[in-house]
């Protein structure tokens, strides 16, 4: 019983693996639409999100399972619980993916994001895969020193972000307002991808180390928004 | 023991409940802050959000030790996880009313909204403080009735999230960039907070009924992120 008990838990992480690496190719190609104003790119990661949802249902529902039939305690209930709230993490991260792909969508045939902002936001993309991989490898191995550099990569979005909003703050900046307002949603929504990751990444601190890291329920830099 | 554990139960509820009045009130003090530029009031706001975690902290590790002592199956069961859920919506919306308030602090002495928009946000405010106030009756009554009111209500939100945008790609629109991008985002701050006080209610459909209504994981009308 208990191993397969334990398979069960096993399949759980793998399940939370898998949905990181969806989220992660949703957040590259969603970058990739915005960034080339790429209609039918932009469209197949807004369908394709429809998977991300698929797998936090059924996940969902085997942790349920696994309370309901196995009446775990102590570290696996925690882990069955985590387990549930890094779903919602990972789900959240598929609908900004989403999100992105939507404002290619909405400004198509024009480009969203304006030249010069268009280095900035191909980092943002790349570190957002990047997170997710990590976030995937963090759940798979519990490596603490992996968690540790996701942080920093989140720390790199987030000076991406600040350095955005600086642009938009600039005398230089002489963009039409909706390309203003297109710019700060989308660079809120890279930002908000990293904080994603990052509570899935301080979870599985929490279940090796049993201490919140700081902020666990607030990750990121959200106290100012705007920087 | 049955007894106790239905009273455990009714004291998630009163917890979550007790959670929708913070949050409420803390949009209500932070949509004032924000347009009387009220420092003193926004950074109470921001202060009392910590409030709000501790609440889901408290609320989540009671949740882990009914399903660790209680063991509970079906329904029990469902309302225990969906508690979990109903909390982490519930941290978002404190957290999303501490988001306005720091753009009030971030501006400050000048009005982070332009007069011409202070009508549209003040409406934003009112809908977001009467949502917060009927989503914690749909925990109390589980009245049906009213989460259908609270998703009309999410929706002349969401219209006024519109509207905003629209005002932006106006040709009359002449405010500088950063005001911009501060509408763009308080507006959206506005719309998620009603997304998750319907996700809540959603919930509590699905807890009566065992159909999720549909769009449960992605309330709100989010595939187009801006109109």
Do not use: C
Request: a negative charge.
């Amino acid at each position: 019983m208990r191993d397969v008990f334990h398979h069960e838990l096993d399949q759980l992480a793998e399940r939370l693996q898998a949905m990181t690496g969806l989220v992660g190719v949703a957040m590259g190609s969603a970058t990739r639409a915005l960034l080339e104003a790429d209609l039918r790119l932009a469209e197949s990661v807004i369908a394709d999100d429809a998977q991300v949802d698929e797998a936090q249902r059924d996940l969902d529902e085997r942790a349920v399972q696994i309370l309901a039939r196995q009446s775990p305690v102590a570290t696996d209930l925690r882990v069955v619980v985590a387990s549930l709230r890094m779903s919602s993490s990972l789900e959240r991260m598929g609908d900004l993916a989403r999100h992105v792909a939507a404002l290619a969508r909405l400004r198509y045939p024009r480009h969203a994001i304006p030249d010069s902002l268009r280095g900035t936001f191909a980092e943002m993309g790349d570190i957002g895969q990047r997170i997710a991989v990590k976030a995937g490898q963090v759940i798979a191995t519990r490596d603490l020193e992996l968690a540790a550099e996701l942080e920093r990569d989140d720390d790199a979005l987030d000076a991406l972000h600040r350095r955005t909003f600086q642009v938009l703050s600039s005398v230089e900046w002489a963009e039409a307002a909706d390309t203003t307002a297109d710019v700060a949603l989308a660079s809120r929504y890279f930002e908000r991808f990293g904080d994603h990751a990052i509570s899935v990444a301080r979870r599985v601190n929490f279940l090796v180390t049993g201490e919140y890291a700081p902020g666990t329920h607030s990750p990121g830099p959200e106290l100012e928004p705007i920087g």
